[in-house]
C-alpha cells in the first residue's frame, strides 16, 4: 500500500482523482465504486468532467436488505443522484438488496464481477475498519455475502435516516477477495474519527479484526489522508 497524507479533504481528493483520470485515461473498463460521505466531493468532480463513459461498467460494494432503489436511504438512489444520471457508462451494476434469495442474488453479483474484473476500486473506512460492509472477524477469502451490520455501523449510518429503528440490520456486500481482486484500489479516509481505524489498518498487524489491513497485501493501493485521519499515524 502507499499512504498519502494531505493538508484537508479537498487536496486528497484531488490526488485521487488524478489517479482516477490516469486510470480512465489508461483505458479503464470497470470502476468499482463506494458510498457514504467521504467520495461525495470525488464524485462531484467525475460527474462534471464531461467524459464518454459510454465503455465503463460500474459495480458497486454493497446495498442495504429491504430498501428499494427508489428509497433516498438506498445506495442505488445515492449512485443514481451522485454519479449515474450525469453520465452515460456502459452499464451500472449494485447489489438487490430486494431479491427474494438473497444467497441467489450475493451468486449473481459475483458472477457479475468474475465477468467483470474491477480495474479501480473506491473505498472509505468504517470507524471500526471495516470495508464495504465487511465488518471486523469477516475472512480475508470471503467473497459477496449477506451481513448483519455490526451496532456500531447502524449507529454510524443512523445519520442518514430518520429513526434509528429505519437503519437496515442487513446488507449484501462483496466480500474481502473480491475486493482484494481489484487492479488498483484507492481509499479515501477524512477527519480525526477515522484515525484509529486508519491506524490500525496502516501500522497494524494484517488481521480480520481490522479487515482494512488487508489493504497492506495490495500492491496498488493508494491510502489518500488528510491530516485529521492520519493523526495517529507514527510513522
Ligand atoms: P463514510 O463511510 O464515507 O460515510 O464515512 C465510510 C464507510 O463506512 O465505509
Given at each position: 500500500?502507499?499512504?498519502?497524507?494531505?493538508?484537508?479533504?479537498?487536496?486528497a481528493t484531488e490526488?485521487a482523482y488524478?489517479?482516477f483520470?490516469?486510470?480512465?485515461?489508461?483505458?479503464?473498463?470497470?470502476?468499482?465504486?463506494a458510498?457514504?460521505?467521504t467520495p461525495l466531493t470525488l464524485y462531484e468532480k467525475i460527474?462534471?468532467?464531461?467524459?464518454?463513459?459510454?465503455?465503463?461498467?460500474?459495480?458497486?460494494?454493497?446495498?442495504?436488505?429491504?430498501?428499494?432503489?427508489?428509497?433516498?436511504?438506498?445506495?442505488?438512489?445515492?449512485?443514481?443522484?451522485e454519479l449515474?444520471?450525469?453520465?452515460?457508462?456502459?452499464?451500472?451494476?449494485?447489489?438487490?438488496?430486494?431479491?427474494?434469495?438473497?444467497?441467489?442474488?450475493?451468486?449473481?453479483?459475483?458472477?457479475?464481477?468474475?465477468?467483470?474484473?474491477?480495474?479501480?476500486?473506491i473505498?472509505?473506512?468504517?470507524?471500526?475498519?471495516?470495508?464495504?460492509?465487511?465488518?471486523?472477524?469477516?475472512?480475508?477469502?470471503?467473497?459477496?455475502?449477506?451481513?448483519?451490520?455490526?451496532?456500531?455501523?447502524?449507529?454510524?449510518?443512523?445519520?442518514?435516516?430518520?429513526?434509528?429503528?429505519?437503519?437496515?440490520?442487513?446488507?449484501?456486500?462483496?466480500?474481502?477477495?473480491?475486493?482484494?481482486?481489484?487492479?488498483?484500489?484507492i481509499?479515501l479516509?477524512?477527519?480525526?474519527?477515522?484515525?484509529?481505524?486508519?491506524?490500525?489498518?496502516?501500522?497494524?498487524?494484517?488481521?480480520?479484526?481490522?479487515?482494512?489491513?488487508?489493504?497492506?497485501?495490495?500492491?496498488?493501493?493508494?491510502?489518500i489522508?488528510?491530516?485529521?485521519?492520519?493523526?495517529?499515524?507514527?510513522?
Amino acid at each position: 500500500m502507499n499512504v498519502l497524507v494531505f493538508k484537508n479533504a479537498e487536496e486528497a481528493t484531488e490526488k485521487a482523482y488524478d489517479i482516477f483520470k490516469k486510470s480512465f485515461e489508461n483505458g479503464l473498463k470497470t470502476l468499482g465504486l463506494a458510498t457514504g460521505s467521504t467520495p461525495l466531493t470525488l464524485y462531484e468532480k467525475i460527474r462534471t468532467s464531461g467524459w464518454d463513459v459510454s465503455h465503463v461498467t460500474t459495480v458497486n460494494l454493497d446495498e442495504y436488505v429491504g430498501l428499494s432503489p427508489a428509497n433516498p436511504q438506498s445506495y442505488n438512489y445515492y449512485m443514481q443522484e451522485e454519479l449515474f444520471k450525469y453520465m452515460n457508462f456502459k452499464s451500472t451494476n449494485l447489489p438487490n438488496g430486494m431479491a427474494e434469495d438473497l444467497q441467489e442474488e450475493c451468486e449473481r453479483y459475483e458472477q457479475i464481477l468474475k465477468e467483470n474484473p474491477v480495474d479501480l476500486q473506491i473505498l472509505g473506512i468504517g470507524p471500526n475498519g471495516h470495508i464495504g460492509f465487511n465488518e471486523p472477524g469477516t475472512p480475508f477469502d470471503s467473497i459477496t455475502h449477506v451481513v448483519e451490520l455490526a451496532p456500531s455501523t447502524r449507529e454510524a449510518n443512523k445519520r442518514f435516516f430518520d429513526k434509528e429503528e429505519e437503519v437496515p440490520t442487513k446488507a449484501i456486500t462483496m466480500g474481502i477477495s473480491s475486493i482484494m481482486n481489484a487492479r488498483e484500489i484507492i481509499l479515501l479516509a477524512f477527519g480525526p474519527g477515522k484515525a484509529d481505524a486508519v491506524r490500525k489498518m496502516v501500522e497494524g498487524p494484517v488481521t480480520s479484526d481490522c479487515p482494512a489491513s488487508v489493504l497492506q497485501n495490495h500492491d496498488h493501493a493508494w491510502i489518500i489522508l488528510d491530516e485529521g485521519s492520519a493523526g495517529k499515524l507514527k510513522r
